[in-house]
């Protein structure tokens, strides 16, 4: 084991997908440049294998990968070994759960998935599917309590899942249909936060009974809310929303809205990751045409491009884009060391 100075000297790293190309850049969040690029096919997946999302080992000695087109949940090392592989169909977001698992949704893109998650033990690789009862999985996190938390993109139902016994129950999610993208949670794992791409929404839960989430607030921040995120202090969310291609910030106390960080680089951003200081806040984004989002808007409100794709730098202090690193095509997940 490291010890803590020498921890401190490692490099942040941040493992950003370049779904299209089934690449992944890995950037030195300090420096703010690129070290490598993974390509996928060169270790045996197909040009089709669709990077997605990724998560990373607290220690940074292993990190995980969805590829939506090669149905498997990779297992790679600091040396971009593949040392696991857990299949299952169309994998989606991921979350690291106590010490030993991982827990997997479903892809946006797939159309009738399994309505199962997949419990994997992050060491063997190995593990069970779990009903969530409802259709097409997709957002995920987990919190220290114990407890993973699943929503649907089809219905307005969220589920709590007791990684312990794996016990599921569901909850109904009031209002119009929210199509629910993706969670965060507060470190004390007593908040759950959740964007929505249809309805535009943020929304709220208290987790203060942890299999039984109930809503709190609702705001609207504009169609195709995606990946939210706290700040490392907790005092704020920022949610990118791809309809107006912003990222808006929220006070996570009062939960009114504080800014919006508009930018021509800007481009359907889908995720975003602070610095371990909170300094910068790093974007991906997808600049394409996406047939994911929102299938209500038809014609789509986007015009119609594919074209490479930048991960943005934004200083958290003055909310300016202080770089933008040009990719390749479609840019969606991405991850660094929890520290949780």
Request: hydrophobic residues 40%; glycine residues 6%; neutral net charge.
């Given at each position: ?260 960080v508009k930018d021509a680089n800007l481009k359907q951003p889908q995720q975003i990751v602070f610095s371990a200081d909170g300094a910068s806040a790093f974007v991906t ?56």
């Amino acid at each position: 084991a490291l010890g803590a100075a020498a921890q401190a000297q490692k490099p942040d790293l941040l493992y950003v997908c370049v779904q299209d190309d089934a690449k992944v850049a890995v950037v030195d969040m300090n420096s703010k440049a690129v070290l490598r690029t993974i390509d996928f096919q060169k270790l045996g997946f197909p040009a089709t294998a669709k990077p997605h999302y990724v998560v990373v080992e607290p220690d940074g000695s292993f990190w995980y990968l969805s590829l939506i087109g090669a149905n498997r949940v990779v297992k790679i090392d600091p040396q971009d070994k593949i040392v696991g592989q857990y299949e299952m169909e169309t994998p989606g977001m991921l979350a690291l759960a106590g010490a030993s698992q991982l827990v997997a949704t479903r892809s946006m893109s797939a159309v009738n998935p399994p309505k199962r998650i997949a419990i994997v033990d992050r060491q063997a690789m190995k593990g069970d599917e779990v009903e969530v009862l409802f259709p097409r999985p997709h957002p995920m996190t987990a919190t220290a309590a114990g407890y993973a938390y699943t929503g649907s993109l089809g219905v307005n139902q969220i589920a709590s899942i007791s990684l312990a016994d794996q016990k599921v129950n569901v909850v109904n999610v009031t209002g119009p249909t929210h199509s629910l993208v993706q969670f965060t949670t507060t470190r004390d794992g007593k908040t759950l936060v959740a964007s929505a791409d249809v309805s535009g929404s943020v929304l709220v839960f208290d987790l203060s009974k942890p299999a039984s989430p109930s809503l709190v607030k609702t705001i609207e921040v504009g169609k195709m809310a995606f990946d939210p995120v706290y700040t490392p202090d907790e005092k704020f969310v920022w949610v990118p929303v791809k309809s107006s291609n912003e990222l808006v910030i929220l006070d996570a106390h009062s939960w009114a809205e504080v800014g919006r960080v508009k930018d021509a680089n800007l481009k359907q951003p889908q995720q975003i990751v602070f610095s371990a200081d909170g300094a910068s806040a790093f974007v991906t984004n997808n600049n394409k045409m996406d047939h994911m989002a929102d299938p209500s808007a038809t014609p789509h409100a986007m015009a119609g491009m594919d074209d490479t794709a930048s991960l943005v730098v934004v200083n958290t202090r003055t909310r300016k884009i202080e770089k933008a690193i040009p990719l390749g095509k479609n840019l969606t997940g991405m991850g660094t060391r929890s520290r949780h």
